[in-house]
């Protein structure tokens, strides 16, 4: 059974630093996997995508990583806004023809301004 | 930009009574999904719904839950009689086409209902 862990839990840190949440999954056999944000009050909101077969996706100051073999994955985050404060959420679509998502427990990102 | 939209945000009930939680997806999408969030817990996938039946669920997906698409607009999920354990987020999502890949075929979620079981 595929399981998600992200770390750390929480971080705080002040506006203006680059910073990097982390994925970890047992099954290394994905089909993709996702980073979401979520925001009190609000549902999720995809950030980037990477399917299996690719390494890293940008997206602004965003910027995942896969390493599918040894199944991690990091989200970059450059330049830390204010507006950036929320838990992030990794999730992955495991192969076999699964429908559902498996997500992580989330890191809830607060910046200081 | 499109959305999905769920009704209600947030609903109260007595434990054992039964509860219908509503969602409008996106208009032009195919694939309907509904997960649930346990507070301080992971999201957690519940079922998936596709030409008018459900193409995959999970195994928290048990008798007391269904889902149906009673007018081609809204999809809805059917709680038939209320757990405590049943008091979490339940967020509808969809999808134009299954695998969801990048850029026009995202998998869009709502903004939750949340569920308060007495």
């Known amino acids: 059974k595929q399981e998600v862990t992200q770390i750390p839990a929480a971080l705080s840190v002040p506006e203006g630093e680059n910073l990097v949440l982390n994925c970890s999954f047992t099954?290394?056999?994905?089909?993709?996997l996702q980073w979401f944000r979520q925001d009190p009050g609000k549902g999720l909101t995809s950030l980037l995508l990477i399917q299996s077969s690719q390494r890293e996706q940008t997206s602004g100051r965003l910027n995942a990583s896969l390493d599918k073999s040894s199944g991690r994955s990091t989200l970059y985050i450059a330049a830390s806004q204010p507006g950036d404060s929320a838990t992030y959420l990794c999730a992955v679509k495991t192969g076999g023809g699964a429908d559902g998502l498996t997500f992580g427990k989330g890191t809830h990102l607060i910046i200081q301004p | 930009e499109p959305e999905v939209t769920q009704t209600p945000s947030h609903q109260v009930t007595q434990m054992g009574q039964e509860v219908i939680l509503r969602c409008v997806p996106i208009?032009?999408?195919?694939?309907f999904y509904w997960y649930r969030q346990i507070l301080g817990q992971k999201v957690e996938f519940l079922v998936s719904?596709?030409?008018?039946?459900?193409?995959?669920k999970s195994e928290i997906f048990d008798d007391q839950f269904s889902v149906e698409r009673p007018d081609g607009s809204n999809f809805t999920l059917k709680i038939r009689s209320t757990k405590l354990e049943d008091s979490a987020m339940y967020f509808c999502a969809s999808s134009r086409f299954r695998d969801t890949t990048s850029g026009a075929n995202v998998l869009t979620f709502g903004a939750g209902s949340r569920l308060t079981v007495l």
């Open positions: 208009s032009n999408h195919l694939y």
């Open positions: 099954d290394s056999a994905i089909y993709n």
């Open positions: 719904f596709y030409n008018n039946e459900i193409s995959e």
